[in-house]
């Protein structure tokens, strides 16, 4: 039986690094925007979406979100569950009180369904301050609920201030993500991921498809844009070759550089 997923597969919200770089296209690099949350814009955006989700029926069965916060507030937005009541504990939370830029209230896990916070669909790392992660500690503590539990080290060591990670392994990780989603159980996926790693993502499949489809495919995908495609896996062990991935705990691991 061929393995086969729904994914939808989203950018995050306007983060605050997004809003600099139009006035500085430096932004990028400035240590003020390490792990960019999202502006008020931004959570604007990715409520809207909720709401148009509300005729659109997207229900995921799990939302997979990169660890960068702007993904996983962005993520909180369109599929979490309400503001917390009074009356429920803390340790439902899918986001605590005042940890968004805007200072929102505390975001229930109630009625949402599981999320899980993966490496592999981060954003082109290395250089950029916006583009490394707080430690899972801290976003533990941010995001009571979600599952970070595939992360490996605490501290963000994938992310270095002189090397940018190349093409070749954006590719090979999203190879690895490719794999880990085809290995999941469910079959309807929501993921929120970044502009670079969507680009590289979506340009290792559709090589069958008409070039209108592919265009619809993988151009750029602009704040909180959404966009479904299916996901199968035609060919026996088509990704086979993970020579940078191993299996770690059950889960798969990346080693960049290898």
Known sequence: MQRCKVI????HAQGTHNEAFEKDKLAYTKVEYFDAPLTKLGWQQAQQFKQHNLTAHVVPQIVVT???SRCLQTAIAMYGGENMKPHEPMSMALMANGVAVTGHPAISSFGAPPFIAVEWCREHFGVHFCDKRLPVSTLKKNYPTIDFSNIVTDDDTWWTS???ESTEELFERG????EWLLDRQEQRIAVVAHSSFNWHF?????EDCSPIVQKELQDGYSNCEMRSLILADKKPNLFVQRSPCDFVGGSIHYVPGE
């Open 162 to 164: 002189d090397i940018r």
């Open 66 to 68: 990169s660890p960068l």
């Open 175 to 178: 190879r690895c993500f490719v």
């Open 202 to 206: 979506t340009r290792l499949f559709g």
């Open 8 to 11: 939808h597969l989203s950018r």
